[in-house]
DNA sequence: GGACTTCTTTCCACCAGAAAACCAATTCGA
DNA sequence: TCGAATTGGTTTTCTGGTGGAAAGAAGTCC
């Protein structure tokens, strides 16, 4: 009749209508949280609150939590809150050479931690480390839903378009896994992950717009407007790299003098600081060495965190957002050249622009490997029905 | 009871529904269309199309024309339009020096223009230039409504709080117009102005996301992403300016060496043409030379150009938008070096990424005036009532 | 203990949207 | 030339989500 002439297959499930759906998100992001401030920020009456939280108390996927903090007149709130217990999520970062997983709730909360050197680099090898990957982390828990993040093109949260560092076109990861797994799995680009779970769990939490840049063994970038993740085809291109940042800096494999990929990388400090003492430097020991106070490491760091703060203004001005969270296992950067990166960051912005605000996540891996079990957490509750049959657990059949 | 606790006014009118007023957006947007097309665009069934367009009908807003083109089988479309008579407005763009003012109809089509050297910069000189230009503009038309765009910071569509071209702060150039006019009077940011318009009207009408820059006396930046113009508190400060584009590049007065406004705007070209010239030269003029083949002129302007692709690449990497406007006065820069810049925008972007698209309104001033017009256009639209008294003209009542 | 305040639920009317049946206007084919 | 097929649009009827009013609940304050 309109717009079904295409056949649309038969609709399986009723899904959560859009305002349960973000009642249940803002139960999930905002902590205990009572009916009245979930009213103000849904901009739903109270009596649709009441309406729409009830299913989700039936299936005991909602508790009351008694509020002490409370003091005021009148009749106490009585906070909603999200049932932690029973239901976990396992999040994968899979880089070239390894993968990193969490066992995590609903919240992301790390709950255990296994890594795994990959075998090879070929999709079965890789799907098998995976699967004694996740194994391992589920020894003990059933998990409603894996996510794994990669660095690289991902399409549709299933299918790896292109990831270089592993060599992969058009691989579909998700269905391998499902397929040995028989669970949900979700797949991810890391930077977008890492966006999503910023927004639901970190710092985006308060800011509907926002941008995550990452350094490591790259740059990444992602960013949030108006609380959605932007999500293009051009995500997993690496966007933070090769910005021109120091027309003195050192020249990255591209040929760009002084390039975020020149400036910030692990591998980049590390070649400018090896070739300043004149010996191999590790990442950590150049940290170690100019947070010792050695001249020519620290030279190189401070150069690094002017480059990082430069990359953010331009971020900050170009992307309209004035939140950006720092992330990656090289913002091991910013305890040691903090000064330099926001002292940066402020000359780069026009002094009558709103105040910057730098968020720091210190999780390095940890931090990728949560974002990827985010996306699982965030399809899993898309995904959600709330029949009222009682025997049934509230999440999704499969 | 319900988020009015703070004292709310009583809700002076019925207003559109959100259905009826993306009906309205869309046929305003999409020209003549069908309602088959009306109702995949918006997601919305036929039943709700009909229900939804007859009260638009009643008032006359909407006509049907007779569809000669389509030939297939069965009962020809019959698409629906906005009448495009009878309902007029004003845009006026305003800088230091002077005020350009356009009539447009509903769809920014330029009907008439004029300008207006300002007396001086107070505060009541404009305001009685701006009464003396809107009046000759609407001689003859009446006006629905007037939309005033400045270099600045806007806060509320209606107090100027920043303006550094003409020194203002704080200024409620809405209130004195409306004032002086007994019309709606809207001001907003020029730029964003301009993205509004290219959002509804222009290139933008086929993207969800893009950027807008600008040169001309500056660098002018402006963003829409995922249908919604980006509009901050730091909208106005110029955000497209002073991104670093060439070390070798001329330093601008605050010092940047090759950044964009030493490299991109007006008088930035002037002077550095002029440098090499040996003589004052007007912005006009290096650019005929340049087209003539002047090897100086020319290479001043290539210089220029390529500055220009690399800050196109910077913004749709960091932006994440993969269509991108360039306008402004200064924009005939595009007829003599657009191969610089295209090759420039290419270079700085993954050589995998989406193409980008580069969309190029050459309109210079007459597009910031339509800019200011397209907001009057879509505020009026916003607060239009369709009450069912046939004697009302369907048009917001003050 | 009662007045007051604030949070939450119950009840009810309303409205937007959809399904299905129906009407309308054209082309195609015999 | 006239019906069948096809596509576009409308009317009717139904349903589910929504918010307002008022009642109920659970505290504090005097």
Known sequence: MFGNTDASPPLQQAPLSESALALARAVLMHGPISRGDLGRRLQLSPASL????????????????????????????????????????????????????????????????????????????VVADLVALIGELSATETVAAVGVSVGGNVTGARVVTRA?????????????LEERLGVPVLIENDVASLAAAEQWFGAGRRAASFAVLTIGVG?????????????????GLGLGGHVPLDPDGPV??????????????????????????????????????????????????????????????????LAMVDTIVLSGEGMGLWNIVSAEIVQAARAGRDPEATPLEISVDDGGTSSWARGAAAVAIQHTLARLTLDPDPRETGWPRR
Not at 219 to 235: F, K, P
Not at 285 to 292: D, K, Q, Y
């Open 219 to 235: 740059v990444g970038y992602g960013l949030v407007v108006n609380d959605a993740v932007i999500s293009t085809r051009n995500s």
């Open 252 to 317: 990255c494999e591209a040929g760009h003098p002084g390039c975020s990929d020149a400036m910030l990388t692990e591998s980049a400090i590390r070649s400018e600081a090896g070739r300043l003492l004149g010996r191999e430097v590790g990442y950590a020991e150049a940290l170690a060495l100019a947070g010792a106070g050695d001249p020519l490491a620290l030279g190189v760091l401070q150069a690094s965190g002017r480059a990082l703060g430069r990359l953010v203004a331009l971020i900050t001005n």
């Open 50 to 125: 009441t309406r729409l939280s009830r299913p989700f108390f039936d299936r005991g996927l909602f508790v009351e939590v008694s509020d002490e903090s409370t003091t005021g007149v009148g009749r106490p709130t009585r906070p909603l809150d999200v049932r932690m217990d029973g239901r976990r999520f396992v999040g994968i970062k899979l880089t070239a050479d390894e993968a990193f997983g969490v066992l995590t709730d609903l919240r992301t909360t790390e709950l255990g931690s296994a890594e795994r050197t990959l075998a090879a680099r070929t999709v079965d090898s």
């Open 164 to 176: 270089p560092f592993l060599g992969w076109r058009d691989v579909n990861l998700a269905d391998a």
